[in-house]
């Protein structure tokens, strides 16, 4: 039995959409071999035998060692790219930053951090338009599984950019709602005595949060060599809240030229009190518009209907 042309079509579009689904609901088994490799050298040595050097011989960031992975990878690896600038017009520094202010894949370095953004968001892009596709061709025809896979796909290079967004602004949010807390806990570490990395350190110890993270790293850069008020102007650098890089500067400025900061981080706290209150009285007024809304748009209407309905009668007369 031959097949048309819109069946194989149609069978195509619905394997694409299966792999897509499975690709992104079961992530691939990585192997331990490469992770414990480097630690079984040394034993392997020991031992008299060959030292497994398979890994670093044919070591890959993304696509593993695999024969058919190291041919077809750096087709995949353009293709990637190429769709990672449709959905970022900016550039992969750029990027790799949005993703870090977001924190977006947060266990993977910068470069990989791009890569494995663009990877995800390229097959949901597909998914999407596999789906809509196979949809439109059940419902129409081929000119509608056109149309609507176009469709599915534009809807996914959206998407993918509004995630970044999304995400920097609600880790934004997190970290100005923690940031009111932690100023006033270095503020009061520091009136007792402690220096700024004594604060940092004694914070970051027995917090958890968005900005211990933050503080958490800059602490790390610190005592690997780099000086306190260079990894604070980074990381007032790298925060996408304003409010948590004025607190940065604060912090680099008192380790810099020895500043009172208790009294500094007080003040930064009432603005950011202050302004968080403005804040909420702003989404409050929002809210009770939205529930003006619904009473306007369909109460309204029934009600001038029941007043309006007995005014021909009156008019006019009648039973």
Known sequence: MRLSFVEVVAIGSTLAFAVSVAWVLVRPYRSLAPRVRPYATVARVRLTRAADVRGAAHSGPAFGDATMKRLFGPMLDRVV?????????????????????GGLYPDLPAQQRVQEFRVRSLVRSLTWAAGLGFFGLVVSGPLY????????????????????????????????G??????????????????????????????????IDEMAELLRLHESGMPLADALNRAADLTPEPEAARTYAVLATAQERGADLGEALLDLSKDLRAARREELQ??????RLMMVIPIVVVLAPIVLLFIAAPIPTIIFGGT
């Open 81 to 101: 790219e190429g769709f990672g600038k449709l959905v970022a017009t900016s550039n992969t520094e750029r990027l790799a930053m949005r993703l870090r202010q």
């Open 145 to 176: 599984m056109v149309v609507f896979s176009v469709l599915g796909f534009v809807y996914g290079v959206l998407s993918a950019r509004s995630r970044i967004d999304k995400a920097v602004t609600q880790r934004s949010e997190r970290l100005r």
């Open 178 to 211: 923690e940031l009111y807390t932690i100023n006033q806990l270095i503020a009061m570490r520091t009136r007792v005595g402690g220096g700024v990395a004594d604060a940092i350190r004694h914070v970051v110890i027995r917090g958890d949060g968005a900005l």
């Open 282 to 287: 702003r989404q409050a007024s929002k809210r």
